[in-house]
């Protein structure tokens, strides 16, 4: 008896819509996000297992979801890159997502400048008004 077949090695794939995300100016204390999102074109499911933000700056940078998996053939997993200054000037750090695939773990370098918010305007058309005679209390 002869058999014959192909074998099929079934292997997740990764890929991420971007390897670099620059944030737009933020005013220290306030919050900006953006999104990338992460693919499976393999033919096995992919497991992201863990999202780490490492650099002098990481604590200024928050992503979620931290973990997910994307079936053979899902649509992609947005993830969603918040920062949120400390102080003014330029952050940056880097995000590794570990995942079941090979080259694991993909990088997303981010960056981000805080600013100081500008300090609110008032103006004033008149000196004075006069209300006329008011009654205390009305």
């Known amino acids: 008896v002869t058999l014959s077949g192909t074998v099929q090695v079934l292997a997740p794939t990764y890929v991420a819509s971007a390897t670099s995300l620059t944030m737009d100016n933020t005013n220290v204390g306030a919050t900006a996000s953006k999104t990338f999102t992460v693919s499976n074109t393999g033919t096995a499911p992919l497991l992201v297992t863990g999202i780490t933000v490492t650099g002098a700056d990481a604590a200024q940078f ?27 000037g330029v952050r940056s750090a880097s995000i590794s997502i570990f995942h079941n695939a090979a080259g694991s773990p993909g990088t997303v370098t981010v960056t981000g400048t ?23 209390g009305q």
């Open 62 to 88: 928050v992503v979620n979801p931290a973990s997910f998996a994307l079936a053979v053939g899902a649509q992609p997993q947005a993830v969603t890159v918040s920062f949120t200054p400390a102080s003014t």
């Open 114 to 136: 805080g600013v100081q918010a500008a300090a609110p305007v008032m103006s004033v058309s008149k000196s004075s008004m006069n209300f006329g005679e008011v009654l205390l």
